[in-house]
């Protein structure tokens, strides 16, 4: 009896060894390739990376202010940035998660007798967080989006009783401020502003259920050429615009007067991470590869930097260059790079890592070529988006015990930060699953605090 019980232990271990080995297989082969892709980088290889790293290990903070994009950043952002800078000497990283106050599931208004009534705002909003929740972790970043604060967005249309205009954009303005002032000065919590500003020639009211940065005028497919070249038909909600150039004057001022909200108790600025027209490398915006000309894009971006600069004046802004995920080579990576003086981080957006060979094959090899051209340009490599969409299994099973872990700290990848695209995107909903995540956030290489 004790034979055949453990006959059937060594074929039980056998199985497991199996299971384990075809689960993990997809994985090392993506990995391995990935190793290729480091190894097929030519010069910029092994010995170039430790002499980066020694580079970066030298720089005082004075030197590095010479090095940013913007060489009058105030003490504060620069310090920040510095310290990002720093991380990958280091060995240490920053993983926190976008949106992760629940300020956007916070209603502005309530439905009493089929009309909208408005909710009185909470000047110190309880900053939840199931980041939090979950890992003990308090989020050194966070991500906010201004569409419903500066834009019509297309939710607001879906009652005819809702307000709109821009009343309702100074709620939620005003609320966003709050929370970002209260996030800043409870936790040290930098924003990382995005914008999905609404295509100037979207229809009105919405005529389908979408967000008007997907959308695409047949008739004005390329509305960044005509804003660069002063170009184009009456456009806006309202047509209250002569030419596209006068809506994005008109939303860029916009944006600058939100930012110059953003001080802390004492009225100093609050520094900011900031990425315009984000994943220029793919379709889903009207800013997008197949939309616009790779000088249109370039001109698009520093336009925004230079008026929005201009205007807030406070030099707290820190520009991002956010990609998204369909670039595989670095020409295509730099295709749309603005240059050197108006970027200081370089990312990309990689969602569902392990799901398979193809995907985390792809996802290593931009995570390597951004961290070569960050540590030859002295700039930040990060992920500005990552998690798991749609496939709760994989998220829930082996994400963060597994895949997540082996692309962030693989050989030639120097992250210093990377951020899972909120909570549905990256909070498992088992256990299991929460477990792995609070190992993997608590880990010696996450960061804690600034």
């Keep these: 009896?004790?034979?055949?019980?453990?006959?059937?232990?060594?074929?039980?271990?056998?199985?497991?060894?199996?299971?384990?080995?075809?689960?993990?297989?997809?994985?090392c082969v993506a990995l391995q390739s990935g190793t290729q892709v480091f190894q097929d980088l030519g010069e910029q290889n092994k010995e170039f990376q430790r002499l980066a790293l020694q580079k970066r290990n030298k720089m005082t903070i004075q030197a590095f202010r010479g090095v940013v994009a913007d060489t009058m950043l105030d003490d504060c952002a620069l310090k920040v940035l510095y310290k990002l800078y720093r991380l990958p000497c280091e060995n240490k990283q920053i993983f926190s998660l976008t949106g992760c106050f629940k300020y956007n599931a916070t209603p502005l208004y309530k439905l009493e007798d089929g009309q909208y009534v408005p909710l009185s705002l909470d000047e110190t909003p309880e900053l939840q967080s199931r980041f939090m929740d979950v890992t003990g972790i308090k989020p050194l970043l966070h991500g906010i989006e201004l569409t419903t604060a500066l834009d019509e967005h297309w939710s607001l249309f879906k009652h005819k009783t809702m307000p709109t205009g821009k009343n309702i954009n100074k709620k939620?303005?005003?609320?966003?401020?709050?929370?970002?002032?209260?996030?800043?000065?409870?936790?040290?919590?930098?924003?990382i502003?995005?914008?999905?500003?609404?295509?100037?020639?979207?229809?009105?009211?919405?005529?389908?259920?979408?967000?008007?940065?997907?959308?695409?005028?047949?008739?004005?497919?390329?509305?960044?050429?005509?804003?660069?070249?002063?170009?184009?038909?009456?456009?806006g909600y309202r047509k209250e615009y002569n030419i596209p150039r006068d809506y994005l004057d008109a939303k860029l001022d916009a944006l600058s007067e939100f930012i110059k909200q953003l001080t802390d108790k004492n009225g100093h600025p609050i520094p900011c991470i900031?990425?315009?027209?984000?994943?220029?490398?793919?379709?889903?915006?009207?800013?997008?590869?197949?939309?616009?000309?790779?000088?249109?894009?370039?001109?698009?971006?520093?336009?925004?930097?230079?008026?929005?600069?201009?205007?807030?004046?406070?030099?707290?802004?820190?520009?991002?260059?956010?990609?998204?995920?369909?670039?595989?080579?670095?020409?295509?990576?730099?295709e749309r790079y603005p240059g050197d003086e108006y970027v200081d981080i370089i990312g990309s957006n990689e969602y569902n890592v392990g799901s398979s060979s193809v995907v985390t094959k792809e996802s290593l090899t931009r995570c390597m070529l951004?961290?070569?051209?960050?540590?030859?340009?002295?700039?930040?490599?990060?992920?500005?988006?990552?998690?798991?969409?749609?496939?709760?299994d994989l998220l829930n099973q082996g994400f963060y015990s597994l895949h997540y872990p082996s692309l962030v700290n693989h050989e030639g990848v120097y992250l210093s930060f990377f951020i899972e695209h909120g909570p549905s995107y990256a909070i498992p909903s088992t256990e299991e699953g929460k477990k792995a995540l609070r190992k993997f956030a608590r880990s010696k290489k996450i960061k804690k605090d600034w």
Excluded at 177 to 189: F, K
Excluded at 195 to 214: D, F, K
Excluded at 298 to 321: A, C, P
Excluded at 373 to 381: D, P, S
């Design 1 to 27: 009896m004790r034979v055949v019980v453990e006959m059937m232990a060594c074929k039980s271990i056998r199985l497991r060894f199996c299971i384990t080995c075809f689960l993990i297989m997809p994985l």
């Design 172 to 191: 939620y303005s005003s609320y966003l401020i709050t929370v970002v002032r209260a996030s800043y000065e409870r936790y040290g919590s930098i924003p």
């Design 193 to 235: 502003i995005a914008y999905h500003m609404a295509n100037p020639y979207s229809p009105v009211p919405p005529e389908r259920v979408g967000a008007y940065q997907n959308y695409v005028d047949r008739k004005h497919k390329n509305v960044v050429g005509e804003m660069r070249q002063r170009t184009g038909e009456s456009c």
């Design 274 to 334: 900031i990425r315009p027209f984000h994943e220029m490398d793919m379709n889903s915006f009207w800013w997008g590869v197949d939309y616009c000309s790779a000088e249109d894009y370039k001109w698009l971006f520093r336009y925004t930097k230079d008026r929005v600069s201009k205007d807030v004046g406070t030099h707290s802004l820190i520009w991002g260059f956010s990609l998204g995920s369909r670039f595989k080579t670095r020409k295509a990576m730099l």
């Design 370 to 392: 951004t961290t070569q051209v960050c540590f030859e340009r002295n700039k930040i490599a990060c992920l500005f988006e990552s998690g798991v969409t749609g496939n709760d």
